[in-house]
Structures are given as structure tokens and as C-alpha cells.
């Protein structure tokens, strides 16, 4: 695999799916992670589709049980309304496990990134804003960091500005974002199984394959999905 390419890990119910090499259209250079090609994209598949998201209780479970990967983050894209001094503006939010940019190994700009701290219920409401919107929307102010934004009202202190141009590859797809916001999942949100919006990305733990994280994947899955959707269990191996 190519250091521009990203191993893509079907999971179909009751199945197995093969791995492939997707190279984003958008990626014409090597990808600016640590070790590239130990990341992998994570995909749920069903008859009728072969890319599908996740929802947090199954992402959840898959992330908490998988040992052939370091880590399995998920990725959810929303928007917010920024609220400036004379003005407001719609700008793109991705939500994001705390996990992420550790996993990708990515630097900020000034600040820091999103840390798995920041997913916990009781950790202050924080964001990292992209470097496009600082200096737009702020004029490269340095004392940003450390100060709050108003996002649809709330107050998010600004921890970081990620560098120009972030991009994560998850297939076809690059996920790009003005504002990036810790994940948090609501307690609504993890009673969910049939709500797919998350798509994952994880990186291989040493030692381990894409081929061995595939049979664990699958066989974890596989193992969800009959203890908690039997239903779908059965419809899909029919």
C-alpha cells in the first residue's frame, strides 16, 4: 500500500468482506500521518450497500473489544452557527472521538489537539478551530487559544488551531472541518443501534495485519450483531 493509499475493512453481517486499497481522489501526495499504512477505514456492509457508517453503540462495542487495532476512532459531521461581534456565520463541524488525532499522529498548529480527556462527560466544552476560519474569522489572533467561541449559543473554549489543509481519507471521502469538537456521546445516542452516522478509522496494532484485524473485526461484529439486532443477524445470512 502506498503512503497516499488507506486500507479499507468491510464488516458484513454473517459474511466475509474482502480488504482493498482505496485512494482517494483527492490525495495525490503521501498522507501526513505517522506511518500511514498501518491505517486502516472501517466500514459496516449490507446487501444493499458496501460503505456503511456505524452507530455508537455498535462503534462503541467494536472499539472497546478490537485488539488487532491500536485504536478505532469514529468521525460524525454536523454544523453550528458561529457567533461573531457583528455577524454570524455557518461554518462545518466535525465531532470526533477523543481518540483521532492521537491515532493520526497530527500536531496543531498552535495549541493542541482534541485529546481523549475531552470525550469525558465532566471535561470542559472545548474545540479546535481549522487554521482557514483563525484567520479569516480572527485574524490570526494568537491569544484565541484560550478563549471561548459561541457555537449555536454554547460557549466552547478554543484549544488549538489545526494545521492548514487537515484532511482524513475514510474511502472516496476527505474529511474536512472549520471547527472540530469532541465527540461525547449522549446516553440517547449509545441506546442506539440502528442510527448510523459514525464512520471509523483505526490503526493497526503492532504485529497485527489487516487481514487479522479483518477476522477480528468480522468475527466482533458478527458477535454484536446476534447478541443485540438478532433480527439482523438472520435477515442478512438468509
Not at 452507530?55 to 472497546?64: F, I, T, V
Not at 474529511?175 to 442510527?195: G, K, N
Not at 493497526?204 to 487481514?211: E, I, N
Request: hydrophobic share 45%; glycine share 8%; charged share 20%.
Amino acid at each position: 500500500v502506498s503512503g497516499s493509499a488507506i486500507l479499507c475493512i468491510a464488516l458484513g453481517i454473517g459474511s466475509t468482506a474482502a480488504i482493498s486499497s482505496a485512494i482517494s481522489r483527492a490525495l495525490l501526495q503521501p498522507l501526513p500521518f505517522r506511518e500511514p499504512e498501518r491505517l486502516v477505514t472501517v466500514y459496516r456492509t449490507t446487501p444493499h450497500f458496501d460503505t456503511g457508517p456505524f452507530s455508537p453503540a455498535n462503534y462503541s462495542d467494536l472499539a472497546r473489544d478490537v485488539h488487532q487495532l491500536e485504536g478505532l476512532a469514529a468521525i460524525a459531521p454536523t454544523t453550528a452557527l458561529l457567533q461573531l461581534t457583528d455577524e454570524a456565520a455557518q461554518v462545518s463541524v466535525k465531532r470526533v472521538t477523543g481518540n483521532l488525532f492521537p491515532l493520526l499522529g497530527v500536531r496543531a498548529l498552535r495549541g493542541r489537539m482534541l485529546t481523549v480527556d475531552d470525550d469525558r462527560a465532566d471535561a470542559p466544552q472545548v474545540v479546535v478551530i481549522g487554521e482557514e476560519l483563525w484567520r479569516e474569522r480572527f485574524g490570526g489572533d494568537a491569544s484565541l487559544v484560550g478563549k471561548p467561541i459561541r457555537l449555536d449559543g454554547q460557549a466552547y473554549t478554543v484549544v488549538g488551531i489545526a494545521p492548514r489543509g487537515l484532511g482524513i481519507p475514510h474511502g472516496s471521502q476527505v474529511f474536512r472541518s472549520q471547527v472540530w469538537r469532541p465527540m461525547r456521546f449522549t446516553p440517547d445516542e449509545l441506546a442506539q443501534r440502528r442510527s448510523n452516522f459514525l464512520s471509523a478509522l483505526g490503526r493497526l496494532a503492532p504485529g497485527a495485519t489487516a487481514q487479522s484485524a479483518h477476522a477480528e473485526l468480522v468475527r466482533l461484529f458478527d458477535g454484536v450483531i446476534a447478541a443485540k439486532q438478532p433480527e439482523l443477524f438472520e435477515v442478512f445470512r438468509e
